[in-house]
C-alpha cells in the first residue's frame, strides 16, 4: 500500500512538473515582444503609443540598446495649506499616474531591454541616492523622469524630462484679469509620449548634430521670449540633442566645419557673393540649409533669393500673398471672404508625399503663416530636383500696397490663384568638391525653403512639429515629432454634499440590505421545498 | 462535455443556496459599500479627476479580501468534503469523466465568484446617474478589472480545487488556499524588496508575473489588458486544474 501511494505521489510530481514547464514555456513565449499586444481601455487612451514610437523600440532592439526610465517623484511635503497647493498636488499625482500608465506601454513593447525604475526616496535611499548622483538629480527639481539608453559599445546617454514642465501642459490662470482671484492651474494636456520618444530618438542618434544660425542678414533676429523671437524653436532643438550655434558670416564667410545644418531665419537681403558661395558649396558637398523668408513691412527688407536662388533655381516674390478666408458661419452662401485682417495669415496645404510633411497631412494638422511670400522656380539648374512643400489654396493673391497703406481686400482685376510658399530642394554632389579620402560620400545636399512666418515663439506652440520635422529630417533624423499624442485632457469631479450622502445611503445600506433581502428570499423558498 | 454540464449546474445551484455565499455577498458589499462612499468623498473634497476613480475603486481593502479570503471558502467543499461524507466514491463511479468534475466545479465556483463581482461594475454604472455623481465614469478600465479580478479568480480558484482534492479536511483545504493566496499576493514583493533583481532579467520577469496584485492594481484596473498576462493567468489555471485531475486520478487507481 505503501508503494502504491508513493506511487501515485511520484504520478503527481512528474505530472505536475510537465505542467508547470508548458505553463512558464507559454508565459515566456507569450511575453515576447512580437506575440505580445497591448489592448487599451484607459481613460482616453492615455496608454497608447503612436506608431512611430512602436518603430522607435523596434530599432531599440534591433541595435541592442537597453533603455532604462528612472522616476524621481518627491513626497508631498504635508497637507496643501490652501487651494493653489492642493491643486498642484492634484496635478502632480494624474502626472505621475499618466507617466505610469504610458511608461506601461513602453515596457510592454520594449521588451527585455526595457527597464523601468521608480525611485522610492524613504524605501532604499541608497539606491535612490546612487540613481540620483549618476543622473544629477536633485530635490529642486522636483518629478523628473529621466530617459537613459545604453547603446553597445557607447557611452550611456541620458536625458532629464521634468512632468510639469515638458510631459504636461499645464494653463496657468492670468491673476491679474478681473474676477480671477479664485481660478487656479489646470493641467490641459498630456504631451508624453512625444516627449519621452523625442528624447530616446535624440539619445540614439550619434553624436549631438550642430545646428548653426545664420547671422548678419537678419538684424531682428533673437532668441529672446518674445512673440517674434526664436527662443522656443532654439530650446526645443537643444532638447532634441541639437547643439545650436551661432554662424557669424561677417567674419568668417566658410561654412563651420562641424555644422550640421545651417538655418538663415528671416534674412532681410539676400547672401552676399561669399556666403552664398560658401552655402553654395557646402550644399554640393551634401551639406543642409533651412532658410525662413518672411514678409517685411520695409520694401527693402524683402530679399527675393539673389544670386544663391540663381544657383539653385527660385525665386521669392517681394509682396506678401494674402488668401481670402473661409466664411465658417455660412452667411454668405459658400463665398470666401477677403478684407479682414485673418487674410494675412494664409492657411496652408501641405505636401502629402514628402518626409517632413507627410504626417502633418496624415494627421490633417492645420498649417498658418504669417507674412507669406509666394515661391516659384526659375531656370533649370543642373543636378537640381525641387519639389513643393508648401502651398496656398487657389483664393490666394500678392497684395500690392500702392499707397502704403495695408489693403486686405482681393484685387478686383485679378484671377486668384495658389502659391508656393515652401519648397523642399535636392542638389547632386559634385565628387570634386569631396575630400578624397571621404567615407561612405553623400549623395545629394539638400535645402529647405518656407517663406512666411511660422517658427518664431507665436507660432512654434502650433506649427512647432513643422520646423522640428524640418530640422530632423535635414540633420538625417527621422521624423518622430509630428506623432499624434493621445492629448489627455482632465475631468475634475464635483460633487455637493448632499449627493455624498445619498451615495453613503446607497452604497452602504441600499446594496448590502438588498443581498440580504436577496439572500433571505432564496433561503426562505428553500426551506419550503 | 455533458457531464461537465451537469456538474456545473449543481454545483452552481449549490452556491446560490447556499447561506454562506450570501453571507459573503452582505460582508463584502457592507465593507466595499462604506470604502467606496469614503473614496467618493475624497475625490469631491479634493476634486480629483473623475476618471481615476474606477480604477482607484478596485485598489480598497475589500478587493484584497475578497482575492485572499474568498477563493479558499468558495472551493473548500469541492472535493475535500466529498471525500469526508463518502460521496467522492459515488462520484469517482459515475459515468463522467474525471476533467468534467473537475471543470464542472472549477467552473461552477468560478462563475459564482464573478457574479459575486458583478453587482460592483453595475454600482459604478448607477452612481453615475445625476441623483449620485451626475459623471460619466470611464469604464474601460471596469471592464478590464473585471477581466482581470475573473482571471486572477479564476486561478486561485483552480488551486483552491487543488488543495480540496488533496484532503478530507474542509478546513485544512481552506487553510492551504488562503496560505497559497497569501503567498501569491504578498510574496513576490517581499522577495523583491530583499533580492536585487534588477540585474537578474529572468527572476525579475518571474516576480513580475506572480506579483499578480500589481499586475492588477497596475495593468487590468487601469483598463490595460496585456495578452501576456491573460496567457500566464489561463496557463496557471490549466496547471492547477490538471493538477486536481491527476489528483482525482490517482485516488481512482489507488
Redesign the interface.
Known amino acids: 500500500m505503501k508503494w502504491k501511494s508513493l506511487g501515485l505521489w511520484v504520478n503527481l510530481l512528474v505530472g505536475g512538473a510537465l505542467a508547470l514547464a508548458i505553463w512558464v514555456l507559454m508565459a515566456w513565449v507569450a511575453s515576447r515582444p512580437a506575440l505580445r499586444t497591448l489592448v487599451d481601455l484607459t481613460p482616453q487612451q492615455s496608454s497608447s503609443v503612436d506608431a512611430i514610437t512602436i518603430d522607435l523600440l523596434k530599432e531599440l532592439r534591433g541595435r541592442q540598446a537597453d533603455l532604462e526610465f528612472h522616476q524621481f517623484y518627491p513626497p508631498f511635503e504635508g497637507q496643501a495649506a490652501d487651494a493653489l497647493k492642493a491643486q498642484e498636488f492634484r496635478i502632480r499625482s494624474r502626472l505621475r499616474e499618466l507617466t505610469k500608465l504610458l511608461l506601461l506601454s513602453y515596457q510592454a513593447l520594449g521588451g527585455d531591454q526595457v527597464k523601468v525604475i521608480e525611485h522610492d526616496l524613504y524605501g532604499d535611499p541608497q539606491k535612490t541616492r546612487e540613481a540620483a548622483q549618476r543622473f544629477d538629480y536633485r530635490d529642486s527639481a522636483g518629478d523628473v523622469l529621466v530617459v537613459a539608453v545604453r547603446v553597445p559599445g557607447k557611452e550611456p546617454r541620458f536625458r532629464k524630462l521634468s512632468l510639469p514642465l515638458d510631459l504636461g501642459r499645464i494653463e496657468m490662470p492670468n491673476t491679474a484679469a478681473p474676477m480671477a482671484k479664485n481660478q487656479l492651474p489646470v493641467l490641459k494636456a498630456f504631451v508624453g509620449e512625444v516627449q519621452i520618444s523625442s528624447a530616446i530618438k535624440s539619445l540614439l542618434v550619434e553624436g549631438t548634430p550642430a545646428v548653426y544660425v545664420l547671422m548678419g542678414f537678419s538684424p531682428q533676429l533673437s532668441d529672446g521670449a518674445t512673440g517674434g523671437s526664436y527662443g522656443m524653436l532654439f530650446g526645443a532643438l537643444q532638447k532634441l540633442g541639437f547643439d545650436v550655434k551661432r554662424w557669424d558670416a561677417s567674419k568668417d564667410a566658410a561654412v563651420p566645419a562641424d555644422a550640421a545644418l545651417v538655418v538663415a531665419l528671416e534674412p532681410v537681403r539676400d547672401f552676399n557673393d561669399k556666403v552664398t558661395e560658401s552655402l553654395h558649396t557646402w550644399v554640393k558637398r551634401g551639406g543642409r540649409v533651412f532658410v525662413n523668408y518672411a514678409w517685411n513691412e520695409l520694401d527693402d527688407w524683402n530679399p527675393t533669393g539673389g544670386k544663391f536662388g540663381q544657383l539653385l533655381g527660385y525665386e521669392v516674390g517681394a509682396r506678401p500673398v494674402f488668401h481670402k478666408i473661409r466664411d465658417t458661419s455660412g452667411k454668405t452662401g459658400g463665398r470666401w471672404l477677403d478684407n479682414d485682417p485673418a487674410v494675412k495669415r494664409p492657411e496652408l496645404g501641405v505636401n502629402p508625399g514628402h518626409p517632413i510633411t507627410r504626417r502633418l497631412a496624415q494627421s490633417r494638422t492645420g498649417l498658418e503663416v504669417r507674412h507669406a511670400r509666394a515661391i516659384r522656380e526659375i531656370g533649370s539648374p543642373a543636378g537640381v530636383r525641387r519639389d513643393v512643400l508648401l502651398v496656398t489654396g487657389d483664393q490666394g493673391w500678392q497684395a500690392a500696397f500702392p499707397e502704403g497703406q495695408q489693403d486686405y481686400r482681393a484685387p478686383l482685376n485679378v484671377k486668384l490663384a495658389s502659391f508656393d510658399v515652401g519648397m523642399a530642394i535636392e542638389v547632386d554632389v559634385d565628387p570634386a568638391l569631396l575630400p578624397p579620402d571621404t567615407p561612405n560620400p553623400p549623395k545629394t545636399g539638400h535645402v529647405v525653403l518656407v517663406a512666411g512666418q511660422f517658427c518664431t515663439n507665436e507660432g512654434m506652440p502650433y506649427y512647432g512639429d513643422l520646423a522640428l520635422n524640418i530640422c530632423n529630417w535635414l540633420t538625417e533624423r527621422k521624423v518622430l515629432l509630428d506623432l499624434k499624442s493621445s492629448g489627455y485632457e482632465a475631468k475634475y469631479l464635483q460633487v455637493q454634499p448632499p449627493q455624498i450622502d445619498r451615495i453613503g445611503f446607497f452604497l452602504v445600506y441600499g446594496v448590502p440590505g438588498l443581498f440580504l433581502l436577496l439572500g433571505g428570499v432564496v433561503l426562505y423558498l428553500r426551506r419550503r421545498q | 462535455m455533458n457531464g461537465a454540464w451537469v456538474t456545473f449546474k449543481k454545483e452552481l445551484f449549490a452556491y446560490?443556496?447556499s447561506?454562506v455565499?450570501?453571507?459573503i455577498?452582505?460582508?463584502f458589499?457592507?465593507m466595499?459599500?462604506?470604502e467606496?462612499?469614503r473614496l467618493?468623498?475624497h475625490?469631491?473634497d479634493?476634486?480629483?479627476?473623475?476618471?481615476?476613480?474606477p480604477t482607484l475603486s478596485y485598489g480598497l481593502t475589500s478587493t484584497f479580501l475578497m482575492v485572499m479570503l474568498v477563493p479558499g471558502i468558495l472551493t473548500m467543499r469541492c472535493f475535500a468534503e466529498e471525500r469526508r461524507t463518502g460521496s467522492i466514491e459515488t462520484l469517482l463511479t459515475a459515468p463522467v469523466r474525471d476533467v468534467d468534475v473537475v471543470l464542472g466545479k472549477w467552473g461552477a465556483a468560478a462563475v459564482f465568484y464573478g457574479l459575486l463581482w458583478l453587482?460592483s461594475v453595475l454600482?459604478l454604472h448607477?452612481?453615475e446617474y445625476g441623483?449620485?455623481?451626475?459623471?460619466?465614469l470611464?469604464f474601460?478600465?471596469v471592464?478590464?478589472a473585471y477581466l482581470g479580478m475573473f482571471l486572477l479568480a479564476g486561478l486561485l480558484l483552480a488551486f483552491g480545487c487543488f488543495a480540496s482534492s488533496l484532503t478530507d479536511n474542509v478546513l485544512l483545504a481552506a487553510l492551504l488556499t488562503i496560505i497559497f493566496c497569501f503567498g501569491l499576493l504578498r510574496l513576490p514583493n517581499l522577495v523583491a524588496g530583499s533580492v536585487d533583481v534588477?540585474g537578474n532579467?529572468y527572476l525579475r520577469?518571474l516576480l513580475d508575473?506572480l506579483d499578480v496584485m500589481r499586475n492588477f492594481a497596475?495593468?487590468f484596473a487601469?483598463?490595460?489588458?496585456?495578452?501576456?498576462q491573460?496567457?500566464?493567468y489561463?496557463?496557471?489555471i490549466?496547471?492547477f486544474l490538471?493538477?486536481t485531475g491527476?489528483?482525482l486520478q490517482?485516488?481512482r487507481?489507488?
Open positions: 446560490l443556496v447561506p455565499s450570501w453571507l455577498a452582505v460582508l458589499y457592507l466595499r459599500g462604506y467606496l462612499s467618493v468623498a475625490f469631491a479634493n476634486r480629483l479627476d473623475q476618471e481615476l476613480l453587482p454600482v448607477v452612481l441623483w449620485f455623481l451626475d459623471a460619466d470611464a474601460g478600465p471592464f478590464a534588477a532579467y520577469e508575473k497596475e495593468w487601469r483598463g490595460l489588458i496585456d495578452t501576456s491573460v496567457v500566464f489561463l496557463g496557471g490549466g496547471f490538471f493538477l491527476i489528483s490517482s485516488r487507481i489507488a
